[in-house]
């Protein structure tokens, strides 16, 4: 896996999105992939808490008969947290604080949890 290109898309997409201000992508089981995040943020437990809540979003939609997840946004007093589905075997975390438009978010995100996807499923070569 190429963790620099993956350093790569989670920074263009804050610099494409005014507001985001920490983000990191995570394997389905809570284990942190890489991150982008801030001294105040502890990235193997907004892993884990991603991962959890994710989880129990995808179990809602199927027994709701709401289709495939595609993502989960909650938002507090000092701002939000985007989850996307990163297919069936990851996840992006994306906080942002008040002034992050979540629209743009949404839009902004599909071609950089493509890209992400598609560099979670890359084969290293055999022998290297």
């Known amino acids: 896996m190429n963790h620099e290109a993956l350093a ?6 804050r610099e494409e999105v005014a507001g985001i201000t920490d983000t990191a992508v995570v394997a389905a089981d809570g284990l942190l992939i890489a991150a982008d995040t801030g001294d105040t943020i502890d990235p193997e437990g ?18 709701s008969a709401r289709g495939t997840l595609r993502q989960t946004v909650t938002y507090g007093s000092k701002g939000c947290a985007a ?21 743009q ?20 070569p055999e022998g290297v």
Do not use: F, K
Request: proline fraction near 2%; avoid cysteine.
């Open 105 to 124: 978010l949404h839009r902004a995100s599909q071609p950089t949890l493509d890209r992400i996807g598609a560099l979670l499923t890359e084969q290293t």
């Open 83 to 103: 989850v996307y589905a990163v297919g069936d075997t990851a996840l992006m975390i994306i906080l942002g604080d008040e002034g992050m438009n979540v629209d």
């Open 8 to 13: 790569r898309e989670m920074r263009g997409l």
């Open 46 to 63: 907004l892993a884990a808490l991603a991962a959890a809540g994710l989880g129990l979003a995808r179990r809602t939609a199927l027994e």
